[in-house]
């Protein structure tokens, strides 16, 4: 005999039956969360975004594609110049986030901010998605070089089509001689800088 747990709808509608394994050697266990309600799935099921919870919604990522290399500059200009730290994303969808993030050793000119921008060309130009301005080394040393992290949130790329992102940095004003993006040590290092982009789900 199979063991059976019917439960009938109070409005006089479906049923709902919970039965055990018809083979004695097959024992199933399963476990609810204890975290949100939640509605099951069937393989005839969609993927419906209103019965998932709002963590996952928000933050569903669609792709995600890294671009690292062992590549340095240094300049003196005060004038925005094209970084190495560059990479492509196509996107899934129009409406969707690109979330831009990179890692780099970063050395600004002694006694004046390093101001750092994010622009992108392809399916989308934009020549300013965001300016970082506050990379700052004191004035009357040599400067000094750390490992920062930059992040961008695009919103509104409105593109289905390759999209190219470059960063560009410059120094604020005169004062002060070189300064690099990425750190110039590529001849002790394998990484010297990293750049992920993240497509989310709108």
Not at 82 to 107: K, L
Request: aromatic content about 8%; hydrophobic content about 35%; glycine content about 8%.
């Amino acid at each position: 005999m199979t063991a059976k747990i019917k439960l009938n709808a109070a409005s006089g509608g479906g049923s709902f039956s919970l039965q055990a394994p018809s083979s004695s050697s097959n024992n199933r266990v399963i476990s609810l969360p204890d975290i949100a309600d939640g509605t099951l799935l069937t393989s005839q099921s969609s993927l419906d975004s209103t019965k998932l919870s709002p963590a996952i919604t928000s933050s569903k990522v669609l792709q995600k594609v890294n671009y690292q290399a062992n590549t340095a500059l240094s300049s003196t200009s005060t004038s925005y110049v094209e970084t190495p730290v560059t990479g492509s994303i196509t996107p899934q969808s129009s409406s969707s986030t690109i979330i831009v993030t990179a890692c780099v050793p970063v050395w600004p000119a002694s006694g004046i901010y390093l101001q750092v921008q994010l622009r992108s060309s392809g399916g989308n130009t934009n020549n300013d998605i965001g300016t970082w301005g506050d990379a700052y080394s004191p004035s009357g040393t040599g400067g000094g070089a750390w490992n920062s992290m930059y992040r961008w949130v695009h919103t509104s790329h409105n593109a289905t089509s390759a999209i190219t992102y470059k960063i560009f940095a410059r120094k604020q004003s005169t004062t002060g001689s070189s300064w690099y993006f990425p750190n110039n040590n590529t001849a002790y290092s394998t990484i010297s800088w990293l750049l992920t982009l993240e497509e989310i789900a709108a």
